[in-house]
């Protein structure tokens, strides 16, 4: 169980492109979804935490108008990046929290490479 | 500020041997802690979770983690290692009633044959 899909798991596009990733729970319901960027180095960077219903809550230096973010269902959250461009390439992961239990871990997509040319 | 350290960025041991991932952390409360494992070009899989009880938790493929709250660590062990547990591990905690995961910078971890 607790299974997140994540979708595409790669693309590779144009600069100046918009670019739309899709996080669903399959077989629960999350009521909070999160998105990460990893970067080469290994560590996670926290983007925005997203909440069903209401508007996603964005970290310090995250641009909000960059990395569109919608949690429109109990099921799904998205995440666009719009123009991107080279330096937005990255690998992005979501995950989403099952319940609202504080004692429950993440579930986590596969990610997605993104590579802007 | 709120943090989650793991001091060794790669960790090398050979196969059949122990192993013992390192984890501190500095977060407020009585934090929900959690391990996790990813593999390349995967994202994180779930391995134990601590909350409360007893200081040595269980988990996946024979992991397990030991609490010290004293010493405000949770350290990730396994008695024996194999090949194919070489990957990239995190640990993460989480303050009560606060929708945050803090997380490590991650350990890669090389099992040898």
Not at chain 1, 50 to 72: C, M, P, R, W
Not at chain 2, 49 to 63: E, H, M
Request: hydrophobic fraction near 35%; glycine fraction near 6%; charged fraction near 15%.
């Amino acid at each position: 169980g607790a299974v997140v899909s994540q979708h595409p798991s790669w693309v590779i596009c144009k600069s100046g492109t918009s670019v739309k990733i899709e996080c669903r729970s399959l077989d629960f319901q999350a009521t909070t979804m999160f998105w990460y960027r990893q970067f080469p180095k290994q560590s996670l960077m926290l983007m925005a935490t997203s909440n069903e219903g209401s508007k996603a809550t964005y970290e310090q230096g995250v641009e909000k108008d960059k990395f569109l973010i919608n949690h429109a269902s109990l099921t799904l959250s998205t995440l666009t990046v719009t123009s991107a461009h080279p330096e937005d390439s990255s690998f992005y992961i979501c995950s989403a929290l099952e319940g609202s239990a504080g004692n429950q871990p993440q579930h986590f997509g596969d990610g997605t490479r993104l590579s802007i040319l | 500020a709120q943090s989650v350290a793991q001091p060794e960025d790669q960790v090398n041991v050979a196969e059949g041997n122990p192993l013992t991932v390192k984890c501190t952390y500095s977060v407020s409360g009585n934090p929900y802690l959690f391990w996790y494992v990813q593999y390349p070009n995967r994202g994180l899989q779930f391995l134990l979770k601590y909350i409360t009880g007893d200081n040595l938790v269980k988990g996946s493929y024979g992991f397990e983690a030991e609490f010290n709250k004293s010493q405000t660590s949770f350290h990730l062990k396994k008695p024996s290692a194999l090949v194919s547990d070489s990957a990239l591990y995190f640990c993460a905690a989480r303050p009560p009633n606060f929708n945050k995961f803090y997380f490590g910078s991650g350990t890669k971890l090389n099992v040898k044959p």
